[in-house]
C-alpha cells in the first residue's frame, strides 16, 4: 500500500531540509520515492502541519529492576493515575514510574517511537528485556553497564592484555543484548561495597587500586576500537556533589581526546559559590563542550513535582536517601556486578536548590552551540517524568514562557545562574536535531531519525500550533513502521517495537576465563547469565535490529 | 557432554535451573533415567522430587469428566464471562504465565494474587512504609565475612542456600577467604548445614523466639545510636548476648542478615523485617551491612515482579473496573473467598503439589501440574506442565535481580499454563 503525506512542512536535519514543504511516501514500512504515476492508495492532507521523524529518547529509564521495585515502593504514584484498559490499550498507571504497557502509550501518544534504558545491569539485563518487551509500540534499546563488575576490575587490576578487555566488553554487550555501554560512577558503586564513601577520579578504588580515571579511559578506548558507534555513555563521578563541575571538566580532559557522551550533565555542573556554596558552574561546563567535539551529552533535566530517582550510582544514592521524599528508599549492591539505588524525590520550584538545578539545566540547553552533542532528556524519572518534554521543549523555544516561569520559582536562586541573560529561543529545527537526528546518529540507528528515501517510517505530524507545550503534547498523526499508530493523541493500532542492539567482534577464547569465573564465584553459569536472541524475539512478541559496528581496530 | 538419547526423549543436560524454590539454583545435572528424569548432580530433596516426579497426562475435565483441551477452554472461558468477579489466585507459573494471567483477569475484570502472598507482603509492606539496604545471591556469597539468620528456618525452604551462599570455599576477594561467623538468631532453627564446614568459622546461638525480634534488632538499633536501655534482658536474650552482637554486627566488613517472610509466621511480622532493615541501614552509615530476603518459593517472586511492571502494584490488584485496584487487604484472594465476595477461583499450581487449592465451595478452574489433588472436584481441570520440566520459560529469583532461563527437558503433552490463559483469554 502506497501512502501519500500531502503537503506538511517537513523539519528533517539528517537531510538538511528545515521547515520545506515537502510530500512523503510510504511503502511496506519505509520512506519510499515512487514513479510519478504510482496509484497513491491512501492520502494525508497536511498543509500547515509540520512533520518529524518519530521521536527517540536516548536516555530514558523505562526497564529493569530498580524501575520495578521504585513501581513497587510507591503506590501512591499510581493511585489516582490509573488508565482504563480499552479494546486496544491494555490497563495501567502511574506519574513518575508508569508500568510497562502504560510508558509504551505514553511515548507513542507524545510522538516517540524509541527510547533506551541507559542503565541495564548485565545481572538483570534478562529482566530489563522482558520489561522492555511489556512495553508497547516503541522500539527499545539498552545500554549495559560496566566499569564496577568484579571481572572487569580484575582484569583492570590484573592489567590484562587490552584485546582481553575488549573481549570482554563485546562479550558482555552480546549476552546482555545491549547496543551500548554505560560506566555510572567509575568504579564507585564497587567501591562502596568496600566502604568507600566517595571516589573521585584519581583517586584509587582501595581493593582494586585502579582510578574512574583508568576505568573511563580504557572503557571509552575499547569501544573505539571495538567500533561501537555510540561511544562510551558516562554517568560520572560526584553526582549532584556541589562543586561536581570540577570533575567533569577533568573528565572532559581525561577523555583524551576519546569520543564520550557525559549523561543528565546537569547533575554534574554544580559550582560551590554563593553564602549556600551552591552555584551553576553550566556556564564553565557549555564552554568545555563547545570546544571538546569528542563530547556529546544530555541534560536531564529537573521539572518540579513528585518523582523517583533510580540510578545504579548505589554511592552516591546512599547520600541522597537524606531527601528522600516521601521517606522510603532502597539501596542495593548486585551480584559482584553493580548496584542501585531507589529515592523517591520531590523537586520544589521555592527550594533554592531545586530552582538552580532548573536553570542549571536550562542554562546548558541555551549555552551549549551544537544540538547534534546534546539530547534532550530530564534522565526520567529522574530529573522528572518523560512527559513533562513538551513543556520543556516550550522553554527552550519561547524566552517568554521561560520569563514567565522564572517569576515562579525561588528568586535567590536565579542569582547563581546566567539564564536571566540567555535569550536564545530553539527552533523547530534544532528540536527535531536533539530529539530525533542527534540521538539516532549518536547511537548509530540506521534508517532511523530521519526522513528521507529508505528511512523506516516512523513520523510524528503536529499541528504548528505556537503553544509549543500544546504543539508537542498532543502529535495529529504517529506512524510507526509505516502504520499509523496514533491520531489525534489517541492511539489506534498497537504493535510491538524490536529491540536495537550492536554486536561488536570477540574473540570467543575470553569463555574459557569467562566460564570458569562463573562457576567459581558467581551463582549463575555462563550459558544461563547469556540472553539468546529466542529470549527476545519470544516466539514473535518482539524482534531484533542489529545496528552495524565499525570494523574492530586489534 | 553429548547428550544421550533415551526411551522417554530426554537429553543429559547441564547447567539446569531448577524452578522448585526461589533461590533458582542453575548448576544442575539432569539425565534421563527410565522413563523419567534424574537428578545428577547438585540436587536437593525438593529439586528431586520436582524434576524426578513421573510424567503422568491426565485429560482435562468438566465436572471430574474428560473432556478436550478445547472444550475445557470454552467451559473456563464461559465461567469467567458469567462471573461478577474471579479471583486469579495460586500463580504458581513462569513470567509467561503471570503474563497471561494479568492479561486474562484485565480482560475478564478479576482479581490477581499469589498463593504466597501474606509472606511476600511482610517485604512488601516494609517497601512501601520505609524500604531497606539489600544484596544479592552472589555478592553475598563473595564478600559476607557475617550472617545472622533471623528466625528463618531457610534449610527447609531451600536445601542448598548454606552449601552455595555461606559454606563456599572461594571467595572472589581473596584466595584464601577468612572464615564466616553464623549467627542463627531464633528458636529451633536447623544449623546442620553449616555445622562442620571448613569456611565456618565460629556459629552463634541467639534462641530468641520469633516474635521477639524485633526487639533484640530495635535495641540494637538504639544501642548503636547511644541509647541506655535498662535491665538484664532484651527480648529474651541476656543483655550481654544483644551488646556481643551489635558488636560484631560493627565490625563486620559485610555483615547480611537474612530472612525467610514465610517463616515470619505471626502477626504484623512486617514490624519484624522493618525492624531489621531499619537496623541495617543504620549500620551503613558507617560500615556496610545488607538485608538478603529469601523465601518466593511457586513462582511468588515472578508473580509480584511481572505484576509491579505490568500494573504498577505488587499483586492483589483488582481489574473490575478496567483500571488497576489497589488493595493488599480487600484484595487478598484467601479474603475474597471467606467473604464470598467471588464466585469464580481460577488457580494455577505448576511446580509442587504442595499448591492445593484452597478447600473452598467457590466453583474452580484449576490449572494444575497433575500432582495437584484438590480438596474438591474442580468445575473445570486443566492439567498443565511444570516450567523448566515440561517446557521452556523464564523465572525471576529470589533476590529481584537475576532471573533465569528454564529448559524444556522432556517430550511432554502438557500444556503451558500462558498457553492455556492465552487460549481461555482469547475465547473470552
Known sequence: MLIKLTGGKVYDPANGVDGEVRDIFIENGRIVSPEPTAKVDHEYALHGRVIMAGG???????????????????????????????????????????????????????????????????ANARQAHMEMADTSIIDKGAFVMLGSDDFFLRQLAAKADFSAIKDYIAWTMHAAQAIAVKVVNPGGISAFKFNQRKLDLDEKHTYYGVTPRDIIVNLARGLNELGVVHPLHVHGCNLGVPGGYETTLATIKGAEGLPIHLTHIQFHSYGTEGDRKFSSAAAQIAEAVNANKNVSCDVGQVMFGQTCTASGDSMRQFVNTRSADPKKWVVMDIECDAGCGVVPFKYRDKSFVNALQWAIGLELFLLVNDPWRLFLTTDHPNGGPFTWYPHLIRLLMDKNFRRDMMQKINQDALQYSTLGSLDREYSLYEIAIMTRAGPAKSLGLVDRGHLGVGAWADITVYDDNPDREAMFTTPELLFKNGELIVRNGKIVKVVNGGTHVARPNYDPGIERSLKRYFEDFHTVRMDNFRLSDDEIINGGRGSLIIQPTRARAA | MEPEKSSNGANHYQNVACPFCGILCDDLEIGPSGSGLKVLKNGCVKSVAGFERPLVEPKPQVDGKDVSLDEAIAEAARLIRESRLPAFGGLGTDVDGVRAVIALAEKGGGVVDHALSDAQYRNFRVLQSSGWVLTTLTEARNRADLFIIAGSDVHKLHPRFFERIVCNEASMFSDNPPKRTVVFLGEGLDQSAVTGKERIGEIVTLPVKSERIAEVLDAMRALNKGATIPGDDIGGLPRAAVDDLLARCKAASYGVVVWAPPSLGFPSADLTVQAISEFVKDINLTSRFAGLALGGNEGAVSAGAVCGWQSGFPLRVSFASGKPDYDAERYAISRLLYAKETDLLLWIASFSPDLTPPDTDVPMILLGTPSVKPARTPKVYIPVGTPGVDHAGVMVRVDNVVSLPLRKLRQSNLPSAASVLEKIEAAL
Not at chain 1, 75 to 88: C, Q, W
Request: net charge negative; charged share 20%; glycine share 12%.
Open chain 1, 56 to 122: 527517540i529518547d536516548p536516555h530514558s529509564h523505562i526497564g529493569g529492576g530498580k524501575m520495578t521495585i521504585a513501581r513497587m515502593m510507591l503506590p501512591e504514584d499510581h493511585i489516582g493515575n490509573e488508565v482504563a484498559r480499552t479494546e486496544l490499550t491494555r490497563a495501567g498507571v502511574g506519574h513518575a514510574v508508569p508500568s510497562t504497557m502504560t510508558t509504551g502509550y505514553r511515548y507513542a501518544e507524545m510522538g516517540y517511537t524509541a527510547a533506551f534504558e541507559p542503565a541495564m545491569l548485565p
